[in-house]
């Protein structure tokens, strides 16, 4: 089957009633937990984007005081976990404030674990990488904004 294009189903969906699109959009959720989510961003928290950010830091927290810290190699694959989460709560958002917000928080919690993360490369590396995205989205944003995450990220090491 040939999926159509985006252009294809803006112009479908301007045709259907909106009976038909609101049974469309509750089909899309059915079949995916990142549609369910997305939708649910969008309809619950996409005007409130300090309650979501802190939301999300909330469960950041959460994620990662479960990590098993009997190896580096468990802590490697929770790390990532809570990072490929946070990534995707960032697409959701699309905005540069924050994706700077839960990155700084990510590298904030992960230099309060236990057993350190510097003494492991791979785990200082996926640090350096996140500060490294944060300087990077952090040009993009107002001055007054920057002012303010720049404090931030100069706390950290």
Do not use: G
């Not at 045709?15 to 961003?41: I, M, P, Q, W």
């Not at 492991?120 to 995205?133: C, E």
């Amino acid at each position: 089957m040939k999926t159509a294009s985006l252009k294809e189903i803006k112009d479908e969906l301007k045709h259907a009633s909106e009976t038909e699109v609101l049974a469309l959009c509750l089909e899309l959720a059915r079949f995916k937990k990142e549609n369910k989510e997305l939708l649910t961003y969008l309809l619950f928290n996409a005007s409130n984007e300090l309650r979501f950010v802190e939301s999300v830091k909330a469960q950041m927290v959460l994620d990662l005081n479960d990590i098993n810290t009997a190896t580096y190699y468990w802590m490697k694959k929770t790390i990532r976990k809570v990072l490929r989460n946070t990534k995707k709560y960032i697409r959701y958002s699309k905005k540069k404030e924050t994706e700077v917000a839960l990155l700084l928080f990510f590298c904030q919690q992960l230099l309060l674990l236990e057993p350190s993360i510097r003494r492991n490369v791979t785990l200082w590396n996926i640090y350096n990488r996140q500060l490294d995205l944060v300087r990077k989205s952090m040009s993009k944003l107002h001055e007054d904004l920057q002012y303010d995450f720049n404090k931030e990220l100069e706390q950290m090491p």
